[in-house]
């Protein structure tokens, strides 16, 4: 730059334009701007004497030195200031497509950011706008590029910039070094990101950042996360992990996860069942956890300064932090109903099918033969989860995913599913087979004892078929057995599953219709009953006896029709988006679902009771009434016999 002599003014007097300077020993003339510049541009160096004192009323003060602008240097697409903030605040005009606040942006589409370097807010979500074009705009604090497309975060230095949301783009990969080009940066967010590389070059102490107090990765694809991932974020005190399908949640290397201060984690959404023991017991600092595992508020997880009211999470329907079963009545009341089921189940099965003489060859006892087997597999499943609440009393937090995952627990599963649906597929056959008696006593269509093992062998069939879905290869991935510590998920909440749809047909859809078609059935034997009140005299004894099987026949099945609605009502309103409280759903599976198989041996020893007894008695009153009319008419009765 040439300096602009004396000579060269239109004056002949001493004194410079008022942009310029006078260097006193030459009367050379120099813009403002290069006064403590750090350049001796004067002959006597006199420019860069008294900068600590030197000031400059009038003029425009650059940015963090001593350089001084005069007005029309200003905005004249010729930066002076050593950080260029003389053209920052120029060209404020609002870009097409955008709405303005002063200096915070609303955009739907991409502009020339380097046109607006004095931009401090820009939210272009949506807009497909990419990070590299806005490598110049140094003086922003928030940045919104939510859904616009990005892949990679580029080379891009944002010194001052505090808050960087990234959510829903197609980031793959994210490092401490992408990091630390933003020094200030305290909110990060990443959510909806299909991320495979996290941070993995936090192994050495450089690679530490200080800023950083909010991080989210909701909604990151991850089977696993290690705390010690962010570990170079000293200062993190918000971690958001919801709904990123992280299944399990480990510490890391070398127990890092010490040393920041988390104060908010929060997992909500995640299927973590696998953690360690220790996961939170150097985050010191922990105050609030959010989660939908009840484990993770367990005492034995939480660190010391964690208190139970601030961590958030809904408690199990059927277990707790020490027991598989997480009340006393629901431990009770298993053991009264497998108690029930197996011993009436056997004492019914050896009384009909070895002490009883009479019907050895109907359909009928076939039938209560079958339903007996059933009921008892019933009762086996009950053992199970019993014995498994008693081997894992105390310790059942430690022990829930192993169990849940067993094979015992899937066998368990499989048994009460089969036993529910071939317990309620032979009481159909027993409807029919009674409707059947009644309605044509003289037809020769009816069951007979091979017929009836035959159809009570295809219930079983389906019944194992229906029980086995779950445990196919292309249904595996379901864990259907494994969603919850009793190992059969009912359908009567609102919380989804996988195998959800398969659990609602069968036990919602499929047994509401098969007790429509035995309500049906009642239905007609009560009409065939009436009816059978007046037919010929001649067989009003068999008529009789199939009547009084009908009758007592029907409680049976009330009872079991009255055990499943609850369940079948819960399913639909659950379906359709209702509320059901826990509790309600876990006296379905522990009161309601098994009491049939433990009170149904017991109603049909009822029967043949009540049966034998009113056999008993009309024997007696005919034999009273013979005694009496001899009493009455002994003569006659002497005639009679000469």
């Not at 403002?32 to 004067?42: A, E, F, I, K």
């Not at 019914?348 to 039938?367: D, N, P, W, Y």
Request: glycine content about 6%.
């Amino acid at each position: 730059m040439r300096p602009l002599a004396l000579s060269d003014l239109s004056n002949a007097s001493f004194a410079c334009p008022e942009s310029h300077f006078m260097c006193v020993t030459t009367h050379y003339c120099f813009p403002v701007y290069v006064r403590c510049n750090g350049v001796h541009d004067c002959p006597g160096r006199e420019d860069e004497a008294d900068c600590p004192s030197y000031t400059c009323p009038g003029f425009y003060r650059c940015r963090g030195s001593a350089v001084c602008l005069h007005t029309r240097h200003l905005c004249d697409d010729i930066p002076q200031c050593p950080e260029f903030d003389d053209e920052i605040f120029c060209n404020l005009g609002c870009p097409t497509n955008c709405t303005c606040h002063g200096l915070s942006y609303l955009c739907t589409q991409p502009f020339s950011a380097h046109l607006h370097l004095a931009v401090r807010y820009l939210d272009v979500r949506d807009s497909g706008m990419q990070l590299t074009a806005l490598s110049s705009n140094t003086m922003l604090v928030f940045l919104s590029l939510a859904r616009c497309g990005v892949m990679r975060l580029d080379d891009v230095n944002l010194p001052n910039l505090r808050s960087l949301d990234l959510s829903d783009n197609q980031i793959a990969s994210v490092s401490v070094a992408n990091v630390k080009r933003f020094p200030n940066l305290q909110v990060l967010f990443l959510a909806g990101n299909p991320i495979v590389f996290l941070f993995t070059d936090n192994d050495s102490l450089s690679s530490e950042v200080t800023t950083l107090r909010h991080l989210d990765l909701s909604r990151v694809p991850m089977a696993i996360f290690e705390f010690s991932a962010v570990a170079p974020f000293r200062q993190l005190e918000k971690l958001n992990l919801s709904h990123s399908g992280a299944q399990q949640l480990l510490e890391g290397r070398g127990g890092e996860q010490k040393t920041f201060s988390l104060r908010v984690l929060d997992v909500r959404g995640c299927p973590a069942n696998s953690f360690s023991r220790t996961l939170f017991q150097g985050m010191q600092g922990l105050q609030v956890v959010y989660a939908d595992n009840y484990k993770l508020c367990c005492p034995a997880m939480m660190p010391p300064g964690l208190s139970a009211s601030k961590c958030w999470a809904p408690t199990d329907e059927v277990s707790s932090c020490d027991a598989l079963l997480r009340s006393d009545v629901y431990r009770v009341a298993l053991s009264v109903f497998a108690a029930l089921a197996l011993t009436g189940n056997l004492v019914s099965f050896i009384v009909r099918g070895f002490v009883e003489t009479k019907g050895k060859k109907s359909g009928f006892l076939a039938f209560v033969i079958h339903l007996c087997v059933a009921d008892f597999l019933m009762g086996a499943y009950l053992v199970v989860i019993g014995t498994a609440d008693r081997l894992y009393l105390g310790n059942y937090l430690w022990e829930e995913v192993g169990w849940r995952n067993s094979q015992t627990c899937a066998v368990a599963g499989f048994l009460c599913i089969l036993s529910s649906e071939v317990s309620a597929m032979n009481i159909c056959l027993i409807t029919l087979d009674r409707f059947l008696v009644l309605r044509f006593p003289f037809s020769q269509a009816h069951f007979h004892l091979h017929s009836a093992h035959s159809a009570c062998v295809v219930t079983w069939l389906v019944g194992c078929c229906v029980a086995a879905v779950p445990l196919l290869p292309v249904t595996s991935h379901w864990r259907f057995y494994s969603q919850t510590g009793i190992c059969v998920p009912l359908p009567i909440t609102r919380t989804d599953f996988a195998g959800r749809d398969y659990a609602f047909a069968v036990m919602i859809v499929f047994n509401f219709l098969l007790f429509v078609f035995i309500a049906v059935g009642q239905l007609f034997i009560y009409v065939s009953v009436n009816m059978n009140k007046i037919s010929v005299a001649a067989h009003t004894a068999n008529v009789s006896r199939d009547a009084r099987i009908a009758r007592r026949l029907a409680v049976v099945v009330v009872s079991d029709f009255t055990c499943w609605f609850p369940i079948g009502l819960l399913g639909v309103l659950a379906r359709s988006g209702a509320v059901i409280p826990g509790e309600v759903n876990v006296a379905m599976a522990i009161l309601v679902l098994p009491l049939n198989s433990a009170i149904n041996p017991f109603l049909y020893t009822l029967n043949m009771v009540l049966e034998r007894r009113q056999r008993a008695a009309e024997e007696r009153l005919l034999q009273q009434l013979l005694l009496h009319r001899r009493n009455t008419n002994p003569e006659g009765q002497k005639e009679t016999n000469e």
